[in-house]
C-alpha cells in the first residue's frame, strides 16, 4: 500500500531564507508525486508534480521539487521565502497505475514565515 | 475553463437539519471526488465517481451522506440529520488523467450548531 510522510507538522524559516519541506512515500509501482498549497479558508492548489519525466520539478511562486527514486523522497524547496509562502503544504502520491487515480496525503505542513 | 466550482461557500446549519452541497468539475472530467478536511489535518477521501458511477466511498461515511453525479456532470453531496462533527470544509476535486492530479474547488465550509 502506498503512503506519505511528511517530516515537521510545522516549519518555521525567516523571510529570505532557504524554505525545505520534506516528504517521503512508498509506492510499489512508478509513482505520480504532487505539491498541493493550501491558504486559509481556501481549496488546495496545485504547486507542481511529478510524472516521469524530469527529476527537477519547477512549480508555481518560485517552488520546486527533486523526485529521488533511491531515497523515495520529494522534497519541496525554495531559496528565498516570502511571507506571502506562509500557509499549508500538502504532498500526495497517485499510484500511476491506479484507474480510479486517487491521492494518497500526507499529513501536511505549516510553513510559517517570521519576519 | 472556469475551474472547480462548488456552492454554497460557506453553510451554518442547526443540528439535525439536512444540507446539500454542490460541486461543478472541470467539464471534461470524468472523475469527481469529495472530501473532508478538519482544521490542521489533510483531506480525508468520502467518494469517487467515475462519470455518474460512484465508485467508491469511504468506509468511515456513515449513512448520513450521500452523494449523486447524475448525469455525468454537476455533483451534490448531501449530509442528513447533521451533527456537531459533521462541522468541516467540504471539498471537491476532478481529474482527467492520473499525471494531471486534482483540480479542486473552493470549498463549502459547514458549521453546525
Known amino acids: 500500500a502506498q503512503s506519505v510522510t511528511q517530516l515537521g507538522s510545522h516549519v518555521s524559516v525567516s523571510e529570505g531564507a532557504l524554505v525545505l519541506l520534506r516528504c517521503n512515500y512508498s509506492?510499489?509501482?512508478?509513482?505520480?508525486l504532487f505539491w498541493y498549497v493550501q491558504y486559509p479558508n481556501q481549496g488546495l492548489q496545485l504547486l507542481l508534480k511529478?510524472?516521469?519525466?524530469a527529476t527537477l520539478v519547477k512549480g508555481i511562486n518560485g517552488f520546486e521539487a527533486e523526485f529521488k527514486k533511491s531515497e523515495t523522497s520529494f522534497h519541496l524547496t525554495k531559496p528565498s521565502a516570502h511571507m506571502s509562502d506562509a500557509a499549508e503544504y500538502f504532498c500526495?502520491?497517485?499510484?500511476?497505475?491506479?484507474?480510479?487515480?486517487?491521492?494518497?496525503w500526507g499529513a501536511g505542513t505549516k510553513l510559517i514565515i517570521k519576519p | 475553463d472556469t475551474g472547480v466550482s462548488q456552492d454554497p461557500r460557506h453553510k451554518i446549519t442547526k443540528r439535525g437539519q439536512n444540507v446539500t452541497f454542490r460541486c461543478d468539475p472541470i467539464?471534461?472530467?470524468?472523475?469527481l471526488y469529495w472530501y473532508r478536511q478538519t482544521l490542521g489535518q489533510g483531506p480525508e477521501f468520502l467518494t469517487y465517481?467515475?462519470?455518474?458511477?460512484?465508485?467508491?466511498k469511504s468506509r468511515l461515511l456513515s449513512d448520513r451522506f450521500s452523494a449523486e453525479r447524475p448525469k455525468g456532470s454537476f455533483s451534490t453531496l448531501e449530509i442528513q440529520r447533521t451533527e456537531q462533527g459533521d462541522s468541516a470544509m467540504y471539498l471537491c476535486?476532478?481529474?482527467?488523467?492520473?499525471?494531471?492530479?486534482?483540480?479542486f474547488g473552493s470549498g463549502t465550509r459547514l458549521t453546525v450548531v
Open positions: 476535486a476532478s481529474s482527467l488523467r492520473p499525471s494531471y492530479g486534482y483540480t
Open positions: 509506492s510499489s509501482v512508478p509513482p505520480y
Open positions: 500526495a502520491v497517485s499510484d500511476s497505475l491506479d484507474s480510479n487515480y486517487q491521492l494518497i
Open positions: 511529478y510524472t516521469s519525466a
Open positions: 467539464s471534461e472530467h470524468n472523475r
Open positions: 465517481f467515475q462519470n455518474e458511477a460512484q465508485l467508491e
